[in-house]
């Protein structure tokens, strides 16, 4: 099962590509929840490339690896990733004239309803937008 995800961000698109993708930034946007947050991130943005965002929460309680490998990148319009479970992704970035429309799709995983992964993966893209519009 797929599940997509979206968000128009009001950005310039060149800064929409490079803060998705650096790993500086992502440390600032990467949670679903206030509680959450992305305590270290790799990117090696190519295709066979790896990625890799340690999510904790902050209490230290629980954390978690998301990892991966890229399977095909073309800059500023797509990326397409298997996780290290086997699962895979894509993320599309299509320039409109008030901004860019990122849209995540994602295979489902089994152990928590599809819907509280979509909750999950969108408050994450939610996040994403409100720290790009602060940006400016």
């Given at each position: 099962m797929k599940i997509t995800v979206e968000t128009?961000?009001?950005?310039?698109?060149?800064?929409?590509?490079?803060?998705?993708?650096?790993?500086?930034?992502?440390?600032?946007?990467?949670?679903?929840?206030?509680?959450?947050?992305?305590t270290s991130s790799i990117v090696d943005l190519r295709e066979g490339?790896?990625?890799?965002?340690?999510?904790?929460?902050k209490d230290g309680s629980?954390?978690?690896?998301?990892?991966?490998?890229?399977t095909r990148v073309v800059p500023k319009k797509l990326?397409?990733?298997?996780?290290?479970?086997?699962?895979?992704?894509k993320i599309e970035f299509a320039a409109r004239p008030d901004g860019v429309l990122v849209t995540v799709s994602f295979d489902a995983e089994t152990e928590n309803p599809s819907e509280l992964?979509?909750?999950?993966w969108q408050a994450i893209l939610d996040n994403f937008g409100r720290y790009m519009e602060d940006k400016g």
């Open positions: 128009c961000i009001k950005a310039d698109p060149d800064k929409v590509w490079h803060a998705y993708n650096n790993p500086a930034d992502i440390k600032q946007w990467n949670a679903a929840q206030d509680d959450w947050h992305t490339g790896t990625f890799m965002s340690r999510m904790e929460a629980l954390g978690f690896d998301f990892e991966g490998t890229y990326i397409e990733y298997r996780m290290s479970d086997g699962r895979e992704a992964q979509r909750q999950g």
